[in-house]
């Protein structure tokens, strides 16, 4: 087997990324919201081995919504990668990204940054598809709220997709993209600081460079990286020389 065909971006290029998002989160959602018939066949007695089962699942359907069901159905990171193929890098990217780079929203890019340096990682490594521990896999989200992510941010990645077409393959090749998935670590890892604005651009930059990935243009997946590494140097360089502005000060203060 060669090491093209190992590749995990082997694949023709994938047009319409947000449209197979939606997709992917509204088979989840019909599927969360399916109700098993417990309903015994015709001619059937009601009563028997299962008839309190039944019973009991009838009586709960007539309560109503709870207040889990108000909030709308759930599925899991697992749900979402059982549903990917050989695209499952790019767009398990792009989906996790895309909460990251809405400003001023706090905990939940932090959250969703764990995974993405899993995927990242095995990225790097080489995988062929990826794979997430349990603790991650079965972590649940609102398919709704991701789902109002997704649409919210269409526009945008459809003009991004307007100018994505195949070149630079080398970057997506299997040698490329463990580079790719390297240095995706960086701008995936500043995510995780929880300070205002930490998030914003180091999300855009891998938005852009999975889009990249999906598309099989190593231009893009350049430009992605160079925007979320560029953010995490400035972000250094101005830590660091806020950091040297408070010694002077303390030091000043103290002669």
């Given at each position: 087997?060669?090491?093209?065909?190992?590749?995990?971006?082997?694949?023709?290029?994938?047009?319409?990324?947000?449209?197979?998002?939606?997709?992917?989160?509204?088979?989840?959602a019909?599927?969360?919201?399916?109700?098993?018939?417990?309903?015994?066949?015709?001619?059937?007695?009601?009563?028997?081995?299962?008839?309190?089962?039944?019973?009991?699942?009838?009586a709960?359907?007539?309560?109503?919504?709870?207040?889990?069901?108000?909030?709308?159905?759930?599925?899991?990171?697992?749900?979402?990668?059982?549903?990917?193929?050989?695209?499952?890098?790019?767009?398990?990217l792009?989906?996790?990204?895309?909460?990251?780079?809405?400003?001023?929203?706090?905990?939940?890019?932090?959250?969703v940054?764990?995974?993405?340096?899993?995927?990242?990682?095995?990225?790097?490594?080489?995988?062929?598809h990826?794979?997430l521990?349990?603790?991650?896999?079965?972590?649940?989200?609102?398919?709704?709220?991701?789902?109002?992510?997704?649409?919210?941010?269409?526009?945008?990645?459809?003009?991004?997709?307007?100018?994505?077409?195949?070149r630079?393959?080398?970057?997506?090749?299997?040698?490329?993209?463990?580079?790719?998935g390297?240095?995706?670590?960086?701008?995936?890892?500043?995510?995780?600081?929880?300070?205002?604005?930490?998030?914003?651009?180091?999300?855009?930059?891998?938005?852009?460079?999975?889009?990249?990935?999906?598309?099989?243009?190593?231009?893009?997946v350049?430009?992605?990286?160079?925007?979320?590494?560029?953010?995490?140097?400035?972000?250094?360089f101005l830590?660091?020389?806020?950091?040297?502005?408070i010694?002077d000060?303390?030091?000043?203060?103290?002669?």
């Amino acid at each position: 087997m060669t090491a093209a065909s190992d590749s995990p971006l082997n694949h023709p290029p994938v047009r319409g990324a947000a449209g197979l998002l939606n997709d992917i989160l509204d088979g989840l959602a019909r599927d969360a919201t399916a109700v098993p018939s417990n309903e015994p066949p015709p001619g059937a007695s009601a009563k028997g081995p299962n008839a309190n089962d039944a019973e009991a699942a009838a009586a709960k359907r007539s309560e109503g919504p709870d207040a889990k069901q108000s909030a709308g159905p759930e599925a899991s990171l697992g749900d979402v990668l059982d549903r990917l193929d050989e695209r499952a890098y790019g767009l398990l990217l792009l989906l996790l990204a895309l909460p990251c780079c809405v400003p001023f929203i706090y905990l939940l890019p932090q959250i969703v940054a764990l995974p993405m340096l899993a995927i990242a990682g095995q990225l790097a490594a080489g995988r062929r598809h990826p794979w997430l521990p349990p603790a991650l896999r079965n972590r649940k989200f609102s398919i709704a709220a991701l789902q109002g992510v997704v649409g919210r941010s269409e526009k945008y990645l459809s003009f991004i997709e307007r100018f994505a077409t195949p070149r630079l393959t080398i970057i997506t090749s299997h040698a490329g993209a463990r580079v790719v998935g390297l240095l995706l670590l960086v701008p995936t890892a500043s995510i995780l600081v929880p300070l205002p604005s930490t998030n914003t651009l180091p999300g855009i930059g891998v938005a852009v460079a999975s889009i990249g990935l999906i598309e099989r243009d190593g231009l893009l997946v350049i430009l992605g990286l160079l925007l979320g590494l560029a953010w995490v140097a400035l972000l250094l360089f101005l830590g660091l020389e806020a950091a040297s502005l408070i010694k002077d000060w303390v030091s000043a203060r103290a002669g």
